[in-house]
């Protein structure tokens, strides 16, 4: 079995390019990539920080259309990871996609969720945040789910626009796999999978080889891979390389004054104290809005094509995403998937940035 070769810290690496950003923000405009051209996504989410932070950057993003939005259970239950995603269209004040509740279990293992990192809520705390008034600074949301469960939803999308429309998951891949399982030939009307997952030359973040979304629901990760549809993973080895210090949300971010600002700064304090806490790092990394990017523009990350496995079964390498990625590979298999390998951190991080500003 393969093991993943230790590398640089990636905290070290983010702060070296955080570093370069510095010297150079203000310097460089980000240009609007394909601005022209609109493409059609559907966004699985299980809604914690990161995820909120993606769905953002996707909603306010012309080169996308957001079909629908579908919730699944991770990084908390679905209930709240959908609760979650009202909240952030009421925050964003624009004309919402539908809302799909989805899973609230993985395939086989039981549900592992993340509140030491995302908060009880999957918004660090932000569901009972206080005025000085004493009332909620963030009420429940108005919006509601369609009464249509997420895994029908995602079937129905991909045959109606077969061919144009593609998925972007930044959650555990649960409702997909149920999707492909009951419809496997409507589901293959999906151009694409960009997929927040994985670790193949990196160490996991949940155990030393697993990475968090492809952990919790491992059999529907290998579902998904066997399924034909063209699958992208944007795995921790690139994710990792493009943070969001505390330095950007006081500095560029909390000044901006709008509703929006205030809520990515609230959103964001708990998950920066996670990282402070575990890894001495004053910041948090961006997983799921590079997922996003590469949506938008497929040039922020170098990929490599290879032939990629999933660790099933129970044990210390639960969730492991096997894939050999050496010049001459030892497998003959032909490659099922393609791996995002090298991220063009700057530019994306300025994208990002130039995004949350409007």
């Not at 370069?20 to 699985?44: F, Q």
């Not at 030491?116 to 660090?124: K, Q, S, T």
């Not at 990475?211 to 992208?232: C, K, R, Y």
């Amino acid at each position: 079995m393969l093991i993943p070769r230790a590398k640089p810290s990636a905290r070290r690496q983010c702060r070296l390019r955080m570093g370069l950003l510095k010297e150079k923000s203000g310097a460089e405009r980000i240009p609007n990539w394909g601005a022209n051209v609109m493409k059609r996504v559907v966004i699985d989410t299980d809604a914690g920080v990161d995820d909120a932070l993606a769905l953002i950057l996707a909603l306010r993003s012309p080169e996308l259309r957001v079909e629908a939005i579908t919730t699944v259970s991770g990084n908390v239950h679905v209930d709240l990871c959908t609760d979650n995603v009202l909240r952030v269209l009421d925050v964003l004040e624009m004309e919402a996609p539908p809302v799909a509740k989805g899973e609230a279990d993985p395939l086989v293992k039981p549900l592992v969720t993340a509140p030491e990192v995302h908060g009880a809520d999957g918004l660090g705390g932000l569901h009972s945040l206080m005025e000085e008034t004493g009332a909620l600074k963030y009420a429940k949301p108005a919006g509601s789910p369609i009464p249509v469960p997420a895994f029908e939803l995602l079937a129905d999308l991909a045959d109606r626009h077969a061919g144009d429309i593609s998925l972007i998951t930044i959650g555990p891949l649960t409702n997909v796999a149920k999707a492909i399982l009951e419809h496997p030939n409507r589901m293959t009307g999906f151009k694409e999978v960009i997929c927040m997952g994985g670790a193949f030359r990196a160490y996991g973040n949940t155990t030393p080889v697993a990475e968090f979304n492809i952990f919790v629901d491992p059999h529907a990760a290998q579902v998904v891979l066997d399924s034909g549809i063209p699958l992208t993973f944007v795995p921790l080895d690139v994710t990792e390389q493009v943070c969001l210090e505390m330095g950007h949300i006081v500095k560029e971010i909390r000044p901006l004054g709008t509703k929006l600002s205030r809520f990515v700064s609230d959103v964001t304090c708990g998950y920066v104290r996670y990282h402070m806490r575990t890894e001495s790092f004053p910041g948090c990394y961006l997983h799921d809005p590079l997922a996003v990017g590469v949506a938008i523009d497929p040039t922020f990350c170098g990929v490599q094509e290879g032939f990629v496995q999933i660790e099933t079964a129970a044990g210390i390498t639960t969730g492991m995403t096997v894939c050999d990625l050496r010049p001459r590979p030892l497998t003959s298999e032909p490659p099922n998937a393609r791996i995002c390998t090298t991220v063009e951190a700057n530019r994306f991080f300025g994208f990002f940035l130039d995004r949350l500003r409007g």
